[in-house]
């Protein structure tokens, strides 16, 4: 299949399909979603919570989210590969997030970047989308900023919020971003957005009329039991199947079953 690029999901979205977008943070998961189907692969700055324990994305670098990059990147033939900046490493000035988003491209291969924000990163944007970089938006939930929400609640369900939500929509897409994520936000206002912006939005808890869905690859799997949000669909159950492997393995070795002679060197 042809390689998806920005202009692909822009397509997309003229022509009324769904954008499939899907988080990985390695080598191998990376290959098992590209070679699915999937059209972007979102190297989330959700690995600080998925891959380095931590309860928040503010610890990530950008020098580990380059890492996460270029191992995805290795692993992809189709997808479009699209890498969070992580906190700090775009809000102090719009030189700063140019330098990062380059190092992004030069050092990890992304295809894009993408940014929490709505007016403050407008300047931003346009300084990283005139250099050449695509640059995918995130409103409504932005988890960078958990330490001024205070909490993981749904976003804009006030009538002030929700106005402020459609016009940064507005401005981000003015600014050259190829798409835009909406997460928790309620499902009119993300229908309201998708009607007023040509770009594609691609939700996370925002709804089905956005023009793509994306959820975090681990929680789609049933990787992480305590994790279970409304929105999230769980399509396998991967923590009981692993464990169930891991208890197998572990019975087979003490009782001497593993491993048998077809699987020993004479
Ligand atoms: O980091 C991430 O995985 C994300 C998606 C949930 C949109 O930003
Ligand atoms: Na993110």
């Known amino acids: 299949p042809a390689k998806i690029t920005t202009q692909t999901i822009v397509d997309m979205k003229a022509d009324g399909q769904k954008i499939s977008m899907l988080t990985a943070y390695d080598y191998t998961m990376a290959r098992i979603l590209d070679q699915a189907g999937i059209e972007v692969i979102l190297v989330g700055d959700s690995a ?42 775009y809000q102090v000035t719009p030189k700063e ?46 988890p960078q900023s958990i330490y001024k929400f205070g909490t993981y609640k749904v976003r804009a369900t006030d009538t002030e919020e929700a106005q402020q939500l459609i016009d940064d929509a507005k401005s981000l897409e003015e600014a050259g971003c190829f798409s835009i994520v909406l997460e928790k ?69 003490k009782s001497g079953d593993f491993p048998n002679k077809d699987e020993e060197y004479n």
């Open 97 to 142: 997030a140019l330098i990062s988003a380059g190092r992004m491209m030069k050092e990890a291969g992304a295809h894009g970047v993408k940014l929490e924000g709505g007016k403050p990163v407008v300047q931003t944007i346009s300084k990283i989308v005139e250099a050449g970089i695509p640059v995918m938006g995130h409103l409504g939930l932005t």
């Open 185 to 253: 936000i309620p499902a009119q206002l993300a229908q309201k957005v998708t009607e007023e912006i040509t770009i594609p939005t691609i939700g996370i808890g925002a709804g089905h009329e956005c023009d793509g869905q994306v959820l975090v690859t681990h929680d789609m799997l049933g990787l992480n039991k305590d994790f279970k949000p409304r929105f999230l669909r769980r399509y396998a159950d991967m923590d009981t199947d692993m464990t169930d492997a891991v208890q197998h393995y572990i019975q087979d070795v």
């Open 48 to 89: 600080s919570n998925v891959m380095a324990g931590y309860d928040t994305t503010v610890p990530m670098t950008l020098d580990h989210m380059i890492y996460h990059t270029s191992c995805v990147v290795r692993g992809v033939e189709t997808a479009l590969v699209i890498a969070d900046l992580p906190f700090m490493s």
